[in-house]
């Protein structure tokens, strides 16, 4: 059987690092895509069947590019991991159009600029694609006026995918992460942003890498073959809980 091939986006650290480790363990070959190269040389350095590709998942040229590198070296494509991401917290009066367009440029037009090129490849292989959203996308909250408009855009754009894409038999589905001590996380999260994070949670912590890496993998693999259009929260329960849980906790 011929080994499966991922495209990671943002993979030259945190959750998309994870997921392709993961994937390696699972046989399959991966594309590493992101813009930070020393990053992305550094990642890649230990790992064996992969291809890094460094380019911006928001620039309409460079994705063509990451889809014909990939398929030059693999020949094929199974999964789309719609990995990258950048956050940036700020109230809606200091949110300028520069800040708001920078936020939308990677998380909402790079996964739809990749999903679309990619399309034809996974209507070869009857692939699939995961995007990664967050618990941002689902519950509002301050300073996210940008990142979580942007996320929530992503849940919707995942939904219009599985709805047009099943008749060529592509899946399309949503990890939605609770906060990971991620960079991108730490740099947008204060003292106060994480003893709250503890205290909404019911599992009361941070998840890790690798438990989001399982979730991504799972809905990528041929076990999650009869699912389309879900939004998964790997949240520790933080998105199905309401007001008041730190008070009625026991402890
Ligand atoms: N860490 C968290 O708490 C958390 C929570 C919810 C959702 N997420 C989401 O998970 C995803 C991964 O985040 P992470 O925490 O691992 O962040 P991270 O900053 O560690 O990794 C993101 C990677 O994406 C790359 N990247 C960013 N913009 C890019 C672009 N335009 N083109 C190519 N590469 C680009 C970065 O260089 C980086 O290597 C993001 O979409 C993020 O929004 C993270």
């Not at 389309?228 to 199905?240: E, H, K, P």
Request: proline fraction near 3%.
């Amino acid at each position: 059987m011929t080994q499966k091939v991922a495209l990671v986006t943002g993979a030259a650290r945190g959750i998309g690092l994870a997921t392709t480790r993961l994937f390696l363990k699972s046989g399959w070959r991966v594309a590493l895509v992101d813009w930070d190269g020393a990053e992305l040389t550094s990642a890649s350095a230990d790992l064996e069947q992969v291809l890094p590709i460094e380019c911006d998942v928001s620039s309409p040229s460079d994705v063509e590019d990451i889809l014909s590198k990939t398929l030059s070296a693999f020949g094929q494509v199974d999964a789309l991991i719609n990995n990258a991401g950048v956050a940036d917290f700020g109230p809606i009066e200091e949110t300028d159009f520069e800040r708001w367009r920078r936020v939308m440029a990677t998380n909402l037009d790079g996964v739809f600029l990749m999903s679309q090129a990619a399309t034809p490849a996974l209507k070869e292989t009857k692939g699939n694609i995961v995007n990664i959203a967050s618990i941002s996308g689902l519950r509002a909250s301050t300073l996210r006026v940008a990142y979580g408009t942007s996320k929530a855009a992503v849940i919707q754009l995942t939904k219009q995918q599985a709805a047009e894409l099943g008749e060529y038999g592509i899946r399309a589905n949503c990890v939605c992460p609770g906060p990971v001590r991620t960079k991108l996380a730490m740099a947008v999260h204060s003292q106060d942003i994480i003893d709250a994070y503890h205290d909404a949670i019911p599992l009361n912590r941070y998840g890790s890498e690798e438990e989001i890496a399982e979730a991504i993998c799972f809905l990528a693999s041929d076990k999650a073959s009869y699912i389309t259009g879900q939004i998964l929260a790997a949240d520790g329960g933080f998105d199905s809980t309401g007001v008041g849980l730190p008070a009625l906790r026991k402890s």
